[in-house]
Nanobody, 123 residues
Framework: QVQLVESGGGLVQDGGSLRLSCAASGRTFSRYAMGWFRQAPGKEREFVAAINWSGGSTYYANAVKGRFTISRDNAKNTVYLQMNSLKPEDTAVYYC????????????????WGQGTQVTVSS
């Protein structure tokens, strides 16, 4: 069992930056690949980025590639999402999730979810 708590969301202007954090409970955090997803109003939840157990492999959705960076610190049981050059279309609730397999980009492939953190980018 893994419990996930996101933080770091907020309101930022177009072109700004935010860093999201996702703190995980439990001693098995390093066994899980982690992902970030987002859901805008009226839209389905979509994949943003994923990182494998060690942090040695990452994968990004085309919409965020080159602007977002996913990383993890297994000693702190935390995964991060650094978001730069934010755009209004990045506005969404951002969720972190854990999966026991690599490589996964669909919501149904993740076993544990956080409650989400709101990111709003103003134009």
């Amino acid at each position: 069992q893994v419990q996930l708590v996101e933080s770091g969301g907020g309101l930022v202007q177009d072109g700004g930056s935010l860093r999201l954090s996702c703190a995980a409970s439990g001693r098995t955090f390093s066994r899980y690949a982690m992902g970030w997803f987002r859901q805008a109003p009226g839209k389905e939840r979509e994949f943003v980025a994923a990182i494998n157990w060690s942090g040695g492999s990452t994968y990004y959705a085309n919409a965020v590639k080159g602007r977002f960076t996913i990383s993890r610190d297994n000693a702190k049981n935390t995964v991060y999402l650094q978001m730069n050059s934010l755009k209004p279309e990045d506005t969404a609730v951002y969720y972190c999730a854990a999966t026991n397999a690599w490589f996964r980009t669909h919501t149904s492939q993740y076993d544990y979810w956080g409650q989400g953190t709101q990111v709003t980018v103003s134009s």
